[in-house]
């Protein structure tokens, strides 16, 4: 709940719980503030209890952080019954980006690495150099 709060934040709180509250009030201050934590954690479990009751048995597994989708998307990740991961890993991206980057620039790729097309790339088109405020030619059907 308050794993990013440092050290130097949290003497600067207590430091303020004393100025504010007084050393005689903040044990209670402090037991009330527990106690009502607590009670808020009863009812949410009961909470979660009775929801689960109402599911019925095919949701006994249920668990509410599976609503968070990160956790939901991770545990389909996991699950992997559509061969996923056979695929990520077959799909190296740096090398996919190196041999388009290579082709705008209309330069060779390696011919030796598994993912070039063909190995090489057409050279027979090589970009003419423009005059300083030249327009390059219009294409109509790239656009």
Known sequence: MFNDI??????TLV???????????LPKVIQDVTRTIRKIREFSESAKQDIRQELGP??????????????????????DELGLKE????????????????????RESDPGSPGAAGGTVDMTK????LDP???????????
């Open 58 to 79: 095919e949701f006994k597994d249920f668990e509410f952080e599976d609503l968070n989708p990160k956790t939901f998307i991770r545990k389909q990740l996991d699950n």
């Open 15 to 25: 430091v303020l719980a004393v100025l504010v509250f007084g050393p005689d009030k």
């Open 6 to 11: 440092g050290p130097l934040e949290l003497v």
């Open 87 to 106: 695929i990520r890993n077959g799909f190296d991206l740096k090398k996919e980006m190196a041999e388009v980057t290579d082709a705008v620039h209309g």
């Open 126 to 129: 090589k970009r003419e150099k």
């Open 133 to 143: 405020g030249e327009r390059p030619p219009f294409d109509a059907d790239a656009t």
